[in-house]
């Protein structure tokens, strides 16, 4: 733990960090990526771009000062962040670059108020911040179904929905040395997670990750997963267009395990005295699609309700396949929401929810930020409220 000197100093910096964290967050990218440009292969451009990135850890660096004492209340949120790690494979090698140019950053845009005693005081609360998240991603990495990045064929390729595609993959098991050979039937994949893509898209300079949804954790045929094409808002998505535009039946993709703490587990589908609600929009119906399969699948009894909002019906995905799910359920209400027809997904529609009910949430991040505002407005519990959002998740605070 900490010295009580630097809990001190440390908390006496929140203030300060309120203030300048998204200027220190942004000056700390720059610099590192300048002497570290291999990292460009593991950041998302697009969230530095917009700005989620630098938002995102200056937020968890407000809370780490804020709760360095009992770091142990952020548990929820260093799990979330160090999934991402993992499927990124991030490694303990990657803190101490990390730590240098936060700690450069701080120096640098608070200048002389940045002294001695400040920095010392932030250096050991970096190192043991990254002690917490080095210990609990070591344990993430004995876990992982497969090690590193590892080779998949593309057996099936088809559109959910205008701009989404879905994808089926096996793993290409060539019994040679450094082949995992992966067994499909012994995986066991969770409601909610995602993999991981490496690429080398020809319109960038680096290797590009991004996280999609398993949209089933049923293996028979392969891992499933969607994409959107993210073009919208005159922003072009690098791997997104990369994949519905170039990878075809046939080819090879690299992915890292399945990945995420936002699932539906076998214990939670039994809670047959509190109604089930999967509320999503867009391609975050993708997890919430693995969510309903799970449950009726399971256990067919408890009451569903299916909330789904996206722009109108060529844009509805995966229509076919939750209605042959819905039907399975014994107890549902079903609810869609065209936007381009007026049907607004709002506050005084979430009041209509009965309460207690455990409560999935998945889609873009205003749509996010919306629902979990409205929902916390209504007192649904932050324990009965799930979510995903597309986007570093730390920007997106429940309290």
Not at 1 to 9: D, G, H, R
Not at 136 to 142: R, T
Not at 317 to 329: M, R
Request: net charge negative.
């Amino acid at each position: 733990m900490a010295s009580p000197k630097t809990l001190e100093i440390v908390k006496a910096t929140v203030p300060v960090l309120e203030e300048h964290g998204t200027a220190i967050t942004t000056v700390f990218y720059q610099n590192m990526f300048k002497e570290h440009p291999e990292l460009l292969d593991i950041f998302n451009e697009t969230n530095q771009k917009l700005g989620r990135q630098q938002t995102a850890l200056a937020t968890t660096v407000l809370a780490a000062a804020k709760h360095l004492e009992n770091l142990a209340i952020l548990l929820p949120q260093v799990t979330q962040i160090s999934h991402k790690h993992r499927a990124l494979q991030i490694l303990p090698e990657h803190y101490p670059i990390v730590g240098k140019h936060l700690l450069g950053a701080i120096k640098e845009v608070l200048g002389e108020a940045a002294n001695d005693d400040i920095i010392d005081a932030w250096t050991e609360a970096y190192d043991e911040i990254a002690g917490v998240f080095i210990q609990l991603e070591e344990d993430m990495y004995e876990q992982a179904m497969w090690e590193g990045f590892v080779p998949f064929k593309v057996v099936a390729k088809s559109a959910a929905a205008k701009d989404i595609a879905a994808f089926t993959v096996v793993p290409v098991n060539d019994n040679s040395e450094t082949s995992q050979n992966i067994d499909l039937s012994k995986l066991n994949l969770a409601a909610g997670q995602y993999i991981t893509v490496k690429t080398d898209p020809e319109d960038s300079d680096h290797v590009a990750l991004r996280h999609y949804s398993l949209y089933s954790t049923n293996t028979d045929k392969g891992i499933q997963f969607a994409v959107r094409r993210d073009n919208r808002d005159g922003h072009y998505g690098l791997v997104s267009n990369h994949l519905h535009d170039e990878v075809e039946v046939g080819d090879i993709i690299l992915l890292s395990a399945p990945a995420g703490d936002f699932a539906l587990t076998e214990d939670l589908v039994q809670q047959n005295n509190i109604p089930l609600v999967l509320m999503s929009a867009g391609v975050g119906v993708t997890p919430i699609l693995s969510m309903l399969e799970a449950q009726v699948t399971a256990n067919p009894e408890r009451p569903i309700i299916w909330v789904y909002a996206c722009q109108n019906q060529e844009h509805h995905a995966f229509d076919t396949e939750v209605n042959k799910l819905l039907e399975s359920a014994a107890n549902v209400e079903k609810h869609i929401f065209y936007f381009d027809s007026g049907q607004i997904l709002d506050e005084a529609w979430l009041a209509t929810l009965p309460e207690p009910a455990d409560i999935y949430v998945c889609g873009s991040m205003p749509f996010m930020e919306s629902m979990i505002d409205g929902l916390m407005k209504l007192d649904h519990g932050v324990d009965n409220v799930h979510y995903e959002p597309f986007g570093p998740k730390m920007s997106l605070e429940l309290s």
